[in-house]
């Protein structure tokens, strides 16, 4: 499966490195203050980011089979749905 | 046990860790729409000043997740390699590294429930402590799940040929920190 | 692995078994006995119906003070009843006997495994199933008795609802556990343990049906249990999801924060409870289209159709739940959404049902009892099918909703439709489990007198919800407009109470065959698929004398040229 795996311990350092520096980043964000959409939308990218980083590298997502991935892909998608879809309905009610 | 065919050439434990995951994704994914819906949509959902969050603590607590994931990484890495030493060694660190976490939530609640943010006193106490405590109880299972893991290899029972165990307790783990790293920026930061 | 050598005791052979056929008859024997419960609970509230306010005869004597008083039955009484008749047949009654039985005991057969894929998890989610269960009839026992909020369990009602609801919600979540394990089992099961040759194009409609079915469990459920986890914190730790601020109970206001939406619930609850209506349907129409097949000796009609279409309608079950919601005021935009996805998920249903019906078409048809149940499935399931159409659309649902006419609807689908399937596909499987086979003249009479006596309970109420007859009502005849058509309710009492009687020359069949009926051939009905490959029983822990080996597709009758009119997918 994965064979040279001395450059995986190096991938997986860089990984690590990576997201220790957009933790630092997505704090420092928080504390500049911006105007509230973009402070959400660089949060949920940075989080997006980070989550990726994470499925593809120490979960080995990258390197499974189609049916794996499909599987989280519907698994994404129906929370997608889920948010998405009740969202317009809860705040009107008020 | 050696390995049996299967027809999608994917070991059915690998198999069945990741359709659990995915069922994972749809039970945390339908509380976090919970708290987005509501904080969105509620006319009564005040959060506390940023100052009674404890951001700190909880960058703290971030990283020490996030090392614990690499440390589970690399005791996979040890064993492929049939390292057993750098297996032990790395899942040592990572269940300490689970403990630390566990410690510092410890002292967040208390210090959050002193400040009176509470489970009962807002949307917001109730979606904290639910989603915190919801995340707490999947990281002292994965703690157990690689407790389990730590003893078998002191025992010598995982091989560079034999170690699919030590990838599902991984798999498990990267997923409960992959969860933090999504409640941390939600209930913290913004 | 290796059970086979070693030496079972009755224990490990008959309750803690990790063989997939001990534990289907577990399914199935635990989830005829829900069945039945949930019938009776039925049958008491069928006398409050019929005869509002009278003394349940006999019965009500044994009834306690807090339930029925003087046989009388209280109307919290009847709230309990229709909740928890709900509750046990959708989640202890008709899930655990089509995905746990069915599932279990002939997925593996029918793709040619040893057992599934995890026979540990599958013994663990019986008996957390069996757990769940015991919970939830024991919460008759609380003070206050049942969850008395509906199977739907709407908030803030149920939040503010007696002890019973906190231990329904507990139950849900022991329930709702093992049916994640169950589905994770089945789906690594059919992905990864089908026997060389058995493709994806090859695979019996009932295997696809429980596939799919599996998915839609993994998928949907966990939504629910979020939603249960909220409520139950709601009940017991003062938190408010699903409670607006201002509510007042029993006159005194509500110590809450509030802010919470108790369309929050609804939507949760919803999210998993109509991708559930599938999970109820699909599994009896894989077993229809295999008895079908079967029976008419011919290839079903569109195989890949009836594929296609299970697989789009697993994907939009989770497109349509808030049309059980259009009462509640939703944006127009929202509700003009998923009226749409309504209507185009009644296509697939209409596909399937269509080529279920084509499959007739030209077929020397044996009339063998579960062939009777299925081709009654087909225009019973299409009643319930159509019925559901007016539903969809926002302007007759704002009438028909909360009618009798909802409940004529979904009885029609899960009882004439999926219990009818269940039954034959019990018929039709009972020689595989048993090595016997059922007598043949109680069979038709049990199938005569429960679909006639099916349709005289659930017909009249597409006509009591026309009138305007609100469902849950413990006094019909409380209201004028209902009193016209009260005569209704008393015929289908009579039928109710009929389709007991009715059960029991199934039931007698069913364990006198077990023991004495006669002895049948490894394939009795000279079948196709796998699962007739194996011997009747199939050999404990290991089904298969030898590993077949499928060489074609699931439904190969009458090939031309070859000296049977059915040709075994392993026959080389």
Known sequence: ?94 | MMMEETATGIPSGKLGIWMFLASEVMLFGAFISSYVILRTGSPLFEIPLREMLGIPLATLNTFILITSSVTMVLALDSIQKNNQKGLVGFLAATVVLGFAFLGIKAFEYHHKWAEGITLSSGLFGSFYYTLTGLHALHVIGGILFNLYILRNGMKGIYSNDHHERVEYAGLYWHFVDLVWVILFPILYLL | ?572
């Open chain 3, 1 to 572: 692995m290796d059970q086979g050598h070693h030496k079972e005791t009755f224990i490990s052979k008959w309750v803690f078994s990790l063989d997939h056929k001990i534990i289907g008859l577990q399914y199935m024997f635990t989830s005829l006995s829900f069945l039945l419960s949930g019938f009776s609970l039925m049958l008491l509230m069928r006398w409050q119906l019929a005869f509002p306010g009278q003394p349940i005869p006999f019965l009500g004597r044994f009834l306690p003070e807090s339930m029925a008083p003087g046989g009388v039955m209280l109307p919290e009484f009847y709230n309990q009843l229709g909740a928890m008749h709900g509750t046990i047949m959708i989640f202890l009654g008709i899930v655990p006997l089509g995905v746990g039985f069915f599932g279990n005991y002939f997925l593996p057969l029918q793709i040619g495994a040893r057992d599934m894929a995890f026979p540990r998890l599958n013994m663990m989610s019986y008996w957390i199933y069996l757990l769940g269960g015991l919970v939830m009839l024991s919460s008759f026992m609380m003070p206050g008795g049942a969850a008395q909020s509906g199977w739907t369990s709407y908030a803030p009602l149920s939040v503010t609802a007696p002890a019973g609801q906190t231990v329904w919600i507990l139950a849900m979540v022991l329930i709702i556990t093992s049916s994640l394990f169950g589905a994770i089992n089945f789906i690594v099961t059919t992905l990864n343990l089908r026997v060389e040759g058995l493709t994806w194009s090859r695979l019996p409609i009932f295997v696809w049906a429980q596939f799919v079915t599996a998915i839609l469990l993994l998928f949907a459920f966990p939504v629910l249990e979020a939603g249960a986890v909220l409520q139950l914190l709601d009940r017991i730790a003062g938190t408010s999801f699903y409670l607006p601020a201002g509510l007042v109970v029993d006159g005194a206001p509500l110590e809450r924060t509030g802010g919470g939406s108790p369309l929050l619930w609804q939507h949760l609850f919803w999210f998993l409870a109509h991708p559930e209506v599938y999970v109820l349907i699909l599994p009896a129409m894989g077993i229809v289209a295999e008895i079908i097949a079967n029976g008419t000796r011919k290839p079903l009609f569109g195989y890949k159709e009836i594929v296609g279409a299970m697989c789009f309608l697993g994907v939009m079950s989770f497109l349509v739940w808030a049309h059980h919601m259009f009462l509640s005021g939703m944006k127009t935009s929202l509700s003009y959404f998923f009226m749409t996805t309504t209507m185009i998920i009644s296509i697939p249903s209409v596909a399937i049902l269509t080529c279920l019906v084509l499959s007739l078409k030209g077929g020397s048809i044996r009339f063998t009892t579960p062939m009777l149940f299925a081709i009654a499935f087909l225009p019973m399931f299409g009643i319930g099918g159509l019925t559901g159409l007016p539903l969809g659309f926002t302007p007759t649902d704002v009438y028909l909703h909360d009618t009798y006419y909802v409940i004529g609807h979904f009885h029609y689908v899960v009882v004439t439709g999926t219990i009818i399937a269940l039954f034959g596909g019990i018929y039709y499987w009972f020689p595989k489990m048993f090595g016997r086979s059922m007598n043949s003249f109680w069979s038709k009479v049990h199938f005569w007198l429960t679909i006639l006596l099916m349709n005289g309970i659930f017909f009249p109420m597409f006509i009591q919800g026309l009138a305007g007859v609100q469902r849950r009502l413990y006094d019909p005849t409380a209201q004028l407009h209902n009193v016209a058509v009260q005569p209704t309710n008393v015929f289908m009492s009579y039928c109710a109470w009929g389709l007991l009687l009715a059960q029991i020359p199934f039931i007698v069949n069913f364990f006198y065959s077990m023991f004495k009926g006669k002895k049948t051939a490894e394939n009795p009905w000279e079948a196709t698929t796998l699962e007739w490959a194996c011997p009747s029983p199939p050999l404990p822990h290991k089904n298969f004398e030898k590993t077949p080996t499928v060489h074609r597709g699931p439904y190969e009758y009458s090939v031309p040229g070859h000296k049977t009119d059915f040709y075994p997918q392993n026959a080389a």
């Open chain 1, 1 to 94: 499966m994965m064979k040279e795996s001395s450059s995986m311990v190096k991938t997986y350092l860089t990984v690590f490195a990576t997201l220790a520096l957009l933790t630092g980043l997505t704090v420092g964000v928080a504390y500049l203050h911006l105007e509230r959409t973009s402070a959400v939308m660089i949060a949920i990218f940075i989080a997006g980011l980070k989550a990726s980083l994470i499925t593809l590298f120490f979960m080995h997502f990258k390197f499974e089979k189609g049916i794996i991935h499909w599987t989280l892909y519907t698994a994404l998608f129906l929370v997608l749905v889920l948010i998405f879809l009740v969202l317009p309905d809860i705040g009107v009610h008020h």
